[in-house]
């Protein structure tokens, strides 16, 4: 089966513009979280949707980043006004969450660069 | 102090070597514990979930000891295609995956 996507895989922007990242997850899958990952550096964690809704949100670095998830499946990663910090892979990961392990499996990433 | 610590390495060893990779973790609450796989530019790939008792999948071997917030990888009888890095990854309540850096592991023939 299919396993989680995301797209674009690159995206080039500038300082100052809108960005929008989406992720699709494996499909029944319920949970879904965003990551980001800079160089030499492991995934650190953004926020994490249970259906609807973000059951912790956190990671969030400031108010310049919200992800919504309104139909309970598609995921899309929103960063305003971009700085050049902000370039990192952004990494989704999805998971049937039935309250035991809870493994996570990871989409390709989209490599956001801003200059 | 990290949350969850590696050593980075990079472990370079010859085919058929067995290597070992320990990681700490800070945080006593945590629940559950990964080993992921990264290949250069690519996701992070779940290698195998640690359980208390220590478990196994063929040539990989990983323990947990939560007394001392330590959980290692055993890989034996190592192969060119195992080249990669390895991620200790800690669940915190919450379903929060915190990885470590990375511990870099480079099989050469």
């Known amino acids: 089966g299919a396993g989680v996507s995301q797209t674009p895989s690159n995206k080039v922007t500038e300082k100052g513009k809108y960005v929008e990242l989406r992720c699709d997850p494996i499909?029944?899958?319920?949970?879904l979280y965003w990551y980001r990952q800079s160089l030499g550096q492991g995934p650190e964690f953004l926020i994490y949707?249970?259906?609807?809704?973000?059951?912790?949100d956190s990671g969030l670095p400031n108010d310049r980043f919200f992800a919504v998830r309104p139909e309970g499946s598609v995921s899309t990663l929103k960063i305003q006004r971009t700085e050049r910090g902000d370039s990192a892979v952004y990494l989704c990961?999805?998971?049937?969450?039935?309250?035991?392990?809870?493994?996570?499996?990871f989409g390709p990433g989209t490599r956001l660069t801003v200059l | 102090r990290k949350e969850v610590e590696q050593d980075p390495g990079p472990f370079n060893v010859p085919e058929g070597a067995t290597v070992a990779f320990n990681c700490t973790y800070s945080n006593s609450a945590s629940q559950s514990f990964f080993w992921y796989r990264q290949d250069c530019r690519k996701e992070p790939k779940l290698l195998m979930s640690?359980?208390?008792s220590g478990n196994e999948d063929g040539r990989f071997t990983a323990q947990l000891n939560r007394a001392s917030q330590y959980i290692s990888l055993l890989i034996r009888d190592s192969k060119l295609s195992d080249s990669a890095t390895y991620l200790c990854?800690?669940?915190?309540?919450?379903?929060?995956?915190?990885f470590g850096a990375g511990t870099i592991l480079r099989v050469k023939s």
């Open positions: 990961a999805s998971s049937l969450w039935t309250g035991g392990k809870n493994e996570q499996f």
């Open positions: 499909s029944g899958h319920t949970a």
């Open positions: 990854v800690v669940m915190e309540y919450g379903n929060k995956l915190v």
């Open positions: 640690v359980y208390s």
């Open positions: 949707f249970q259906g609807t809704g973000a059951a912790d």
